[in-house]
């Protein structure tokens, strides 16, 4: 059942999840860090699992299903907990699980957990950017590879978090502006379609989180400082 779903992964999800980006992450690198690390191993085979599951419409939602798929989540997170107890975890390894696990709980509808392992993974990616918690090897694939990815991530939550209250939507707003405070630079021209999408991305996140940080009721003069910074970038766009 193990080889199943990592076949599944292989064959069928890692394809659908990479989408019009570039298939990298997806294809490759997960891949090859799942045969070293044993939570994204388990992950990554609770997805494969979980989406030929929903493939054959035969998913069931209901709180207190088991089923192969969420024990092998389950063993992914108990691999993570163990090794980021034993401080052997590289930030890299807990960025990919955090991202498997935002997707495997967004297709089972869990989005309030989806949205912890969503806020776990941006603060584990300010503590790279103003620590330097890891390698400048690392560091290069998480600003160029990872970070594009909860990026995106955040734009798909969205449409979670205009569901809830406004202090919610706020709170977001305020964890994506700690993580992505550097300054937005477009070039003038983009040397590939993934750089230009990464900035269409990068552009769409700001706007929305410029909405949520304003207040409807207060007049442009009252807005937090932080809203109206992003309101003078967008519009410098």
Not at 45 to 70: D, M, P, Q, R
Not at 128 to 151: H, Q, Y
Request: glycine residues 6%; hydrophobic residues 45%.
């Amino acid at each position: 059942m193990e080889r199943r779903g990592y076949n599944y992964f292989l064959t069928n999800t890692a394809p659908e999840l990479s989408g019009y980006f570039s298939a990298g992450f997806w294809e490759g690198l997960i891949l090859q860090a799942a045969h070293q690390e044993p939570a994204l191993r388990h992950a990554v085979i609770a997805i494969g699992s979980l989406h030929e599951t929903f493939a054959h419409k035969k998913l069931n939602y209901s709180v207190n299903h088991g089923g192969f798929a969420v024990e092998q989540y389950a063993k992914a997170i108990k691999h993570l907990r163990r090794s980021l107890a034993s401080g052997s975890q590289a930030p890299v390894t807990a960025l990919m699980s955090c991202i498997l696990f935002v997707c495997f709980d967004s297709v089972l509808g869990r989005f309030s957990s989806a949205m912890v392992h969503l806020q776990s993974g941006l603060r584990i990616i300010r503590d790279v950017r103003f620590r330097a918690t890891c390698s400048a090897a690392d560091e290069f694939l998480i600003e160029n590879t990872i970070a594009p990815l909860f990026m995106r991530l955040s734009l798909q939550a969205i449409l979670y978090i205009d569901t809830r209250s406004a202090a919610d939507r706020r709170a977001f707003s305020f964890e994506l502006m700690k993580t992505n405070e550097q300054d937005m630079k477009v070039p003038e021209c983009f040397e590939t379609l993934e750089e230009a999408r990464n900035n269409m991305c990068q552009s769409a996140e700001g706007i929305f989180r410029m909405f949520y940080m304003c207040d409807g009721d207060l007049p442009f003069s009252y807005q937090p400082a932080e809203a109206v910074s992003k309101i003078h970038t967008v519009f410098e766009l």
